[in-house]
């Protein structure tokens, strides 16, 4: 009995945790207006193999914004934007600077592809460098819960969830009253023969 106690109030502290960090997940992407960020690391989802198998597809990384984006090095990683405005996330395979600019120019490369990008990037292109940091699996459901579908069920879900475990919880502690009160109750005396 105590053990079955503690593993339903475990497993309602997971599921309490569970449905806040996803809450606060959804929250945070939506006041970013895309992904969240946390303590001035930039997290993002990675949707493309090219730096496997260190960062995985489907994986979230933390990236850091800001400071002197001419300071990359060749095997530094670092997030730039294309030409298409898509987020890209490669090494460094050779870096130059551009005297009259003032900008570096960086030649990347996907740990996973055979050839390094077609065209360099800028400097000024650069948004943020890789920590180290990477969590796989997570990155699939940060984009399920900033979808529309994905906020709609992390609302509706976990609602349902603690709904059902209410009932459930009220059905148990109904049964147990019940049998405390069946068991203090006297028996009822025996039909007397009438002769």
């Known amino acids: ?25 959804v929250v945070l992407s939506k006041a970013s207006g895309g992904e969240p960020a946390f303590f001035g690391y930039q997290i993002k989802s990675v949707l493309s193999g090219s ?35 898509l987020l890209i996330t490669h090494r460094v395979v050779e870096a130059t600077m551009n005297n009259a600019t003032g900008e570096a120019m960086y030649r990347t490369k996907g740990d996973n592809n055979d ?12 948004v943020a460098e890789y920590t180290g940091v990477t969590v ?28 059902l475990y209410a009932l459930y919880s009220s059905w148990k502690a109904v049964a147990a009253l019940e049998k405390k009160n069946a068991a203090i109750l006297p028996a009822s005396p025996p039909p007397t023969e009438i002769q």
């Open 1 to 25: 009995m105590r053990i079955k106690k503690m593993i339903n109030n475990t497993l309602s502290s997971i599921m309490l945790v569970i449905f806040i960090l996803l809450v606060v997940a």
């Open 51 to 85: 730096m496997e198998p260190g960062i995985q597809t489907g994986s979230i990384v933390a990236l850091k914004p800001g400071g002197d984006m001419n300071r990359f090095k060749k095997g530094d990683v670092i997030t730039f934007r294309n030409e298409e405005n």
């Open 115 to 126: 050839a390094p990008d077609m065209n360099p990037t800028s400097s000024t292109n650069v």
């Open 136 to 163: 796989p699996y997570v990155g699939y459901a940060m984009n399920f819960a900033v979808s529309k579908a994905g906020s709609v069920m992390l609302m509706i879900v976990p609602g349902l969830m603690l709904l």
